[in-house]
């Protein structure tokens, strides 16, 4: 066991590597739940039922044409495409995350003070392969 | 981002305001009016994932015109450290793309006494914050 920096997150989106722009990124798995109580019960009873989630990215406004943040998941708003998470990093053997996801909304800040800053939210759309990272 | 050129950088870029003698670094001695490139307070790696950015903090540059009790000194030295015209290090350093850094703000400028051979000078000390490159991680 030993603790992971968050600084080697990798986290792609339609296959354009963001890492570079971002400093914060989450990924929420979730399930719904369905109350199956019956009489004669006295606590609630529950189970599982589908599968979903949602994400987010966020970080520093990049102007780079093509790979940066604005460049990359501006015109995504709205379609679903390949979100890939790698919580300790690239490499074999390692930890990832991958799953088609709903771009919901890309949002720019400006605070007058310092950097341009980006954030991104996704709705996960279908199972997420979470297979480790092949050699 | 290398330190070292950045700091050169910052001092090439100054050289074309009017009436300072350019140091890139802390000089043994200097000459006023002068404008010193020093060291920055700190340098923050990291600052995306796979070092995408480094910030460097409060790097100073030292503006050392004129003596504190001389009014054409002080004249001199608002022109310097004024956000407009022709002397403004403000201006001469946000207005360039620079090589060495994605951006630069000239944040603050704090005034302070300095004693060069036996005389006391105004000098003053401007902030400067500039976000980098960093170098992706294999």
């Known amino acids: 066991m030993a603790f992971i920096h968050g600084k080697k997150t990798f986290v792609s989106l339609a296959a354009k590597n963001l890492s570079a722009y971002t ?4 990924m929420e798995k979730n399930s719904d739940s369905h109350d199956v109580t019956t009489y004669g019960k006295d606590a609630h009873v529950f189970s599982g039922g589908l599968l979903g989630g949602t994400g987010t990215m966020s970080g520093i406004y990049d102007s780079t044409a093509v790979t940066g943040p604005r460049a990359v998941i501006e015109p995504l708003v709205g379609t679903v ?3 890939i998470r790698q919580p300790e990093g690239a490499g074999s053997g390692l930890p990832q995350d991958k799953v088609q996801a709903l771009v919901l909304k890309y949002t720019e800040t400006n605070p007058v003070a310092d950097m341009v800053t980006w954030s991104c939210d996704l709705q996960l759309s279908d199972v997420i392969n979470s297979t480790a990272q092949a050699a | 981002m290398n330190l070292a050129s950045l700091m050169q950088e910052i001092a090439t870029r100054l050289g074309t305001v009017p009436g300072l003698r350019i140091h890139a670094q802390p000089p043994k001695t200097i000459t006023p009016p002068a404008a010193i490139v020093s060291y920055p307070e700190s340098v923050q790696y990291d600052q995306t994932y796979g070092r995408g950015m480094t910030r460097v903090e409060a790097l100073k540059v030292w503006l050392v015109v ?9 004249d ?8 407009e015209g022709e002397k403004s290090i403000k201006l001469c350093l946000e ?8 951006d630069l703000t000239v944040a603050s400028v704090e005034f302070d006494v300095v004693t060069i051979a036996g005389v006391d000078y105004m000098a003053a000390g401007l902030t400067i914050n500039l976000a980098c490159q960093g170098t992706p991680a294999a």
């Not at chain 1, 400093?23 to 989450?26: A, G, I, M, R, Y």
């Not at chain 2, 004129?66 to 002080?74: C, E, F, L």
């Not at chain 2, 207005?95 to 994605?102: F, I, S």
């Open chain 2, 95 to 102: 207005d360039y793309e620079g090589e060495t850094w994605d």
């Open chain 1, 81 to 83: 495409v390949e979100w």
């Open chain 2, 66 to 74: 004129g003596i504190v009790t001389d009014r054409a000194g002080r």
């Open chain 1, 23 to 26: 400093t914060t990124s989450q």
């Open chain 2, 76 to 83: 001199s030295l608002s022109e310097y450290v004024s956000d």
